[in-house]
């Protein structure tokens, strides 16, 4: 049954619109967004799909179809946190609107289905936020720009949710462009597409580790890194340079030293990435992405074993024609590798032989192309 369907079922009328947005893989630039930093994500094949309908009174009804599970509120009332986790999402985005001023006088009847795999750190969230961002902008002609929504997106998960994310998430999910990887400025909010070269495949391996604790260890870090900004006099990372961490870290606490080194590196490889992604220099895209993985390992340390045996294992087959790291916030998840297309079968042939063997779990492989942002289907 497709969602207009599951739509009418539920409500027994037909939605005036259904919004597509989609998850994301990020290449390299990881936790530099909150540091006001760069990063060079893009929109996956993976997506969520809400459709709508305006209410004629205050009420707003969402149905998730993947759990069968409904939520309801009043727009009259202050908007609490739900018991259901997927439902503080859709809570999130309308209050969100509502403290930014933005008053709809309607409620709406909603259906939300996704395919974002839950829980690897490809942005189920932030497609779900920004699907609904959109969808009411549209429904209520809000007029609302697509990185308006994003910010609106990163509100509600920041101040209703509770995870002090960055932007980078909604960005991508808001303003993805097919078959090109943004290098985002996440302080100015500029993107610049590039083109991904013809012969490379994107390849997202998911660990299947269980992420524990992902919201505090998460929430940690940016607090790490804000204490390290703090310390240097500036308002983010994005501010110190290589040298200028050098001669000015002492006194600065161990632990946020290791953090904040990573980052100020991390966004250096970002901005070279992206280059030599451009030149189709995939020799220098392979290090860097190497250097990357090994940073979050060892200095940001939120990468697990069995991803870092997924990323040696993929490595073994790649070499220099390709790239490969952890992707996404840590703790398990995902990791993404660029390669010729002509290396995707060796790659699945050699992790099915070896990493269930060494970790008792079983790797999911998804090869994907970079889609284009929220839109009205
Ligand atoms: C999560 C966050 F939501 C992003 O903002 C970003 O910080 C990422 O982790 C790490 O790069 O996905």
């Known amino acids: 049954m497709n969602l207009n369907d599951m739509f009418a079922k539920q409500f027994f009328r037909q939605p005036e619109m259904t919004v597509r947005a989609h998850g994301r893989v990020n290449l390299i630039g990881e936790h530099t967004d909150y540091n006001d930093g760069f990063v060079f994500p893009c929109a996956i094949d993976f997506y969520t799909d809400v459709a709508v309908a305006a209410n004629e009174n205050s009420q707003v009804s969402v149905y998730a179809v993947d759990y069968d599970e409904r939520d309801e509120f009043d727009l009259r009332e202050a908007i609490a946190s739900s018991d259901k986790q997927w439902a503080n999402y859709v809570r999130g985005v309308v209050w969100a609107l509502q403290q930014q001023g933005f008053d709809f006088p309607k409620g709406f009847q909603m259906a939300v289905h996704g395919n974002v795999p839950q829980g690897a750190g490809l942005s189920s969230s932030a497609a779900l936020e920004v699907a609904v961002g959109k969808a009411i ?7 609302l720009e697509n990185a308006q929504i994003a910010k609106i997106g990163q509100f509600a998960e920041n101040e209703f949710v509770g995870c002090k ?6 960005l991508t999910s808001a303003c993805g462009e097919t078959d090109c990887a943004l290098l985002i400025d996440c302080r100015s909010l500029q993107i610049q597409d590039i083109e991904f070269p013809k012969h490379l495949s994107v390849m997202i391996v998911h ?6 604790l992902v919201g505090s260890e998460y929430n940690t870090r940016r607090e790490q890194c804000e204490t390290a900004a703090k310390h240097f006099g500036v308002k983010a990372l994005r ?4 040298a200028e961490f050098d001669a000015g870290k002492a006194g600065l606490d161990e632990i946020a030293a290791k953090r904040a080194r990573y980052i100020i590196q991390e966004n250096q490889r970002t901005l070279d990435a992206a280059k030599a992604l451009q030149n189709n220099d995939i020799a220098t895209l392979s290090r860097l992405m190497a250097e990357s993985h090994i940073g979050m ?4 340390e939120i990468t697990h074993p069995a991803v870092d045996l997924l990323v040696d294992l993929i490595g073994e087959i790649v070499g220099e024609r390709g790239g490969v790291r952890m992707t996404g916030g840590g703790f398990g998840g995902c990791v993404v590798a660029l390669l010729p297309h002509d290396l995707v079968n060796d790659v699945k042939n050699h992790l099915a032989q070896h990493y269930e063997k060494q970790t008792g779990l079983k790797e999911e492989v998804f090869v994907c192309t970079a889609h284009s942002r929220v839109h009205v289907l």
């Open 137 to 143: 902008s549209q429904l209520f002609d809000l007029k």
């Open 207 to 212: 660990s299947h580790v269980k992420r524990g």
């Open 165 to 170: 994310c960055g932007i980078m998430d909604q």
């Open 239 to 242: 501010d110190v340079s290589l």
């Open 297 to 300: 390992c060892d200095e940001f």
